[in-house]
Antibody, heavy 120, light 107 residues
Framework: EVQELLESGGGLVQPGGSLRLSCAAS????????MTWVRQAPGKGLEWVSS????????FFADPVKGRFAISRDNSQSILFLQMNSLRDEDTAVYYC????????????WGQGTLVTVSS | DIQMTQSPSTLSASVGDRVIITCRAS??????LAWYQQKPGKAPKLLIY???SLESGVPLRFSGSGSGTEFTLTISSLQPDDFATYYC?????????FGQGTKVEIK
């Protein structure tokens, strides 16, 4: 079965606002894999944002988003979430969700990304 | 925090060339390094993990080496499909850090 990750929830939001991203997974046993969010500002490089283990018990965040973003998952629905609060201009980016491989310990399957634009 | 520095930032090469990209970590990271390829408008693709292990399905012309603070990605014979941007990435259980990227352009 073909693996698929489909992000949604991106859009335009004012500074200080909130947005919730979703990533719907299919084609693999979602509850067996850690997941991660990686972002890419327009014309810039990749930046890791957050990761969560397969059960949701362990969550990790990059310093620039710590205290503002929350990661969670619903294994019954095979959905990953990223709750983004107190958004800043510098959070403007394409946000990718990715599955972390068990053998390779790295994001080995990625969604196509959803664009978040923070602007007044 | 661990910083990852790639060199060069841009590389001009021809089809058939041997290409080497270097990644340096600000402190020793053992073998916790991966390499990704990204094409414009597309998601990244995992090439190498654990510094030198080839991800399934990746062509054998790609190889990785190094440990500690110095790592390299080598493309033994550059193919037209290989013109892209390449990123190294440190990883641990709690954190990941990407290098700034190396764009491989057509000479």
């Amino acid at each position: 079965e073909v693996q698929e990750l489909l992000e949604s929830g991106g859009g335009l939001v004012q500074p200080g606002g909130s947005l919730r991203l979703s990533c719907a997974a299919s084609g693999f046993t979602f509850s067996s894999y850690a997941m991660t969010w990686v972002r890419q500002a327009p014309g810039k490089g990749l930046e890791w944002v957050s990761s969560i283990d397969n059960s949701g018990g362990y969550r990790f965040f990059a310093d620039p988003v710590k205290g503002r973003f929350a990661i969670s998952r619903d294994n019954s629905q095979s959905i990953l979430f990223l709750q983004m609060n107190s958004l800043r201009d510098e959070d403007t980016a394409v946000y990718y969700c990715a599955k972390i491989g068990i053998q390779n310990s790295n994001p080995d399957y990625w969604g196509q990304g959803t664009l978040v634009t923070v602007s007044s | 925090d661990i910083q990852m520095t790639q060199s060069p930032s841009t590389l001009s090469a021809s089809v058939g060339d041997r290409v080497i990209i270097t990644c340096r970590a600000s402190q020793s990271i053992g073998s916790g390094l991966a390499w990704y390829q990204q094409k414009p408008g597309k998601a990244p693709k995992l090439l190498i993990y654990k510094a030198s292990s080839l991800e399934s399905g990746v062509p054998l012309r790609f190889s990785g080496s190094g440990s500690g603070t110095e790592f390299t990605l080598t493309i033994s014979s550059l193919q037209p499909d290989d013109f892209a941007t390449y990123y190294c990435q440190y990883y641990s259980i709690v954190s990941r850090t990407f290098g700034q990227g190396t764009k491989v352009e057509i000479k």
